[in-house]
């Protein structure tokens, strides 16, 4: 795992700005702390931060590679997880390698196949191609968006980085930032519209996306995209089927010259990917598995069943861990860990983010960090295989908005008149609503039923998924750790993505047809445990702390953020106490504290990112 950054000016000598690229690559060093690289010429530039996983010595970045009369220079940012198939079919083809690494295996894909190699990689990748001889940049991005690739076009400069930090530190980048841009942070966040940047200079390259930018401009078009088609096979041949590519997916990404752990909730997703590797590494006669797993302080104390947080995760985990022969590390948690790591856990993502769910995973990194460069975790499992409540609520499958932001109206009831005007929050999130629709693909002759779920499966792998990653990439990556998802698999996805309804909901069940899968490979009664979300701390001391720097934001006549709020209304809040109706700022677990932690986040962004708001 890396960092990238790249610029391209097609009339201008940029030979001597090299300092710009170093400055870009050197604001993402956690993302790369192990190396670092760069490479200019008269209009191109790459800079590349690493992180070593695979041939440490041979996979150093930008790499460079003549084939005829072109030289060919790649930045890579990711992990391909079949680069041992494809350089065999490479060496088939008379290339030659000279190291190890999947990097230069990648850059030979590229040179023999060009913009089609993209659709033979299985992987997490975002990655740049230079062609000394057309003068032109090729990027693109995974199917499923693990690995982030943000890009600038202004006065005749393309900037790419995998960080927005990366972009706003070159010169020609400004800080800012419309109404449009603002919907996403108050409205949408911290989700985000694919390809939106936030900041009026920035895009993303979509996820499953690819670019061409030379001297005509620039041209994107999707590689890859869900795409519907019947199902025919019976219970027992998709349980097989399912079993086959998740053991596959795992395996493979369980390829590291580092250590490797797994993330451990003892929910059924993690639990599975666990129970896979542990098997991978006691049949290759290996120490066995660490996994990791996570809690917070009198978590017992605190915790009631709330229809989304069922149960604690801590027991499960003890049986899940001694089931599969685990050495498992139980990281706690307390508030002050997530007072003192909030503002940290907004620079990480570069906008303010997911609160205490941020900012855990933020901490939980920097300890596993501690004990290995790799972890193999469960995310993409409930929004592939319908997991999620709204999945199942007649309220979320009848309502004609985004089934995690039910209540927007009471969400943005915190912000001021004049700036709900300006941003006009109800307008902007339907608009980006009726968008995600019409990307849905549908079979003809579906039930009313059918094609409402296949909706629902859409937004939440286009729409809801993104955050998570975001989230995970962002959190992990500052700690300079490598998080894998293997039900990210693209071919477990497309795959899941066309199972009907009620053979993914096999028996009744949620998620039924993985249990199904499954079977043999766990407990039963983990096979048979209700979904429960990564945790969020249900601490009253939480609520105090977040309430506490709330009230000093509101008494400081320069917070930015007082202009854009209603501070009556949150003083309201703060006074009703941590027992009191909650105001639902995003998702299942983003209440009133969390609601603090958004804003306090938000305050800090508009001041430490110098955010001009046009």
Known sequence: MCGIAGWINHSCDIGGERHHLQAMAASMTCRGPDASGNWITAHAGFAHRRLSVIDPEGGAQPMSRRHGDTV???????????????????????????????????????????????????????????????HSLYMARDRLGVKPLFFSEKNGNFLFASEIKGLLAHPCVSRRVQADGLAEVFALGPSRTPGHGVFADIQELRAGWHLRHDERGTRMSPYWSLQAAPHTDNAAQTAATIRDLLQDAVTRQLVADVPVVTLLSGGLDSSIVTAIAQSKFTRDGGQGLTTFSIDFKEMERYFRDNGFQTNMDAPWVERVSQFLGTR???????????????LPAMRARDLPGHADVDTSLLVFARIIKQHATVALSGEAADEIFGGYPWFHRPDSLNAETFPWSLRLRDRVSVLSRDFRQYINPVDYVQDRYQQALEEVPHLTGETRQEHRIREISHLSITRFLPTLLDRKDRMTMAHSLEVRVPFCDHRLVEYVFNIPWELKNYQGTSKGILRQAAAGWLPNEVLQRRKSPYPSTLNPTYFNAMAARMSTILEDGAAPINALIDGQRIKEVIVAGPQSDQIPWFGQLMGNAQLFAFLIQANAWLTEYRVEIV
């Open 328 to 342: 498992n590390i139980r990281v706690e948690l307390d508030t002050p860990e997530l007072d003192e790591y909030l």
């Open 72 to 134: 060919y220079t790649l930045a890579y940012n990711g992990e391909l997880y079949n680069f041992q198939e494809l350089r065999q079919q490479l060496e088939s083809l008379g290339f030659t390698f000279q190291t190890r690494s999947d990097t230069e295996v990648l850059l030979t894909a590229y040179i023999a196949w060009g913009d089609q190699a993209v659709t033979r990689l299985n992987g997490i990748f975002a990655f740049a191609v230079w062609n000394s001889k057309t």
